[in-house]
T-cell receptor
Framework: DTEVTQTPKHLVMGMTNKKSLKCEQH?????MYWYKQKAKKPPELMFV???????INESVPSRFSPECPNSSLLNLHLHALQPEDSALYLC?????????????FGPGTRLTVL | GENVEQHPSTLSVQEGDSAVIKCTYS??????FPWYKQELGKRPQLIIDIRSNVGEKKDQRIAVTLNKTAKHFSLHITETQPEDSAVYFCAASRRNTGNQFYFGTGTSLTVIP
């Protein structure tokens, strides 16, 4: 399996809801990433997990909470989001977290916050 | 930290012509430079990459060149086709930064049939 998968594809939520985004890879990669992407802008890094430990948190608001249950799975828990959080949320994985490894992206979850 | 600039932001070419997108970076320690293509509503997909020990790399109609002295790298697409229309992002990274990619701002390429 050479793909990163993400569920759901689309998510609409109100500002008081709690929801989770899921990401999975079976390539044996040991680094996984969450990115936020607005239309026609580059992906913005949110979190990096390396060997199941959070290694980078790019000053993301606490209403986003990442979780890495095992080396193949990555979750992003969402709570009390704002309309400006509406975006495409991309997961990526790479062989390791030491630098200069190719990152492979999932198809993304299109999030709309009402 | 690293700063990657990408030009042009939009590019229109006639089918069959060549397209060139340029990126400059600021951190001389950066040593890995991938290029991603993102079609509308789809994931970014790696199309080619280059490491700092190589000056040029080619894959069919796509090539990337790297000038370490000037700290710039370029994507060259020859014989463009309508399916090449997409947003292209360059990126730079180096060791010991948690594999953090620094992305350029993107180039929206339109190939006119």
């Amino acid at each position: 399996d050479t793909e990163v998968t993400q569920t759901p594809k689309h998510l609409v939520m109100g500002m008081t809801n709690k929801k989770s985004l899921k990401c999975e890879q079976h390539m044996g990669h040991r680094a996984m990433y969450w990115y936020k992407q607005k239309a026609k802008k580059p992906p913005e890094l949110m979190f990096v997990y390396s060997y199941e430990k959070l290694s980078i948190n790019e000053s993301v608001p606490s209403r986003f909470s990442p979780e890495c249950p095992n080396s193949s799975l990555l979750n992003l828990h969402l709570h009390a989001l704002q309309p400006e959080d509406s975006a495409l949320y991309l997961c990526a994985s790479s062989h390791g977290g030491g630098g200069t490894d190719t990152q492979y992206f999932g198809p993304g979850t299109r999030l709309t916050v009402l | 930290g690293e700063n990657v600039e990408q030009h042009p932001s939009t590019l229109s070419v006639q089918e069959g012509d060549s397209a060139v997108i340029k990126c400059t970076y600021s951190d001389s320690a950066s040593n890995y430079f991938p290029w991603y293509k993102q079609e509308l509503g789809k994931r970014p997909q790696l199309i080619i990459d280059i490491r700092s020990n190589v000056g040029e790399k080619k894959d069919q109609r796509i090539a990337v060149t790297l000038n370490k002295t000037a700290k710039h790298f370029s994507l060259h697409i020859t014989e463009t086709q309508p399916e090449d229309s997409a947003v292209y992002f360059c990126a730079a990274s180096r060791r010991n930064t948690g594999n953090q990619f620094y992305f350029g701002t993107g180039t929206s390429l339109t190939v006119i049939p």
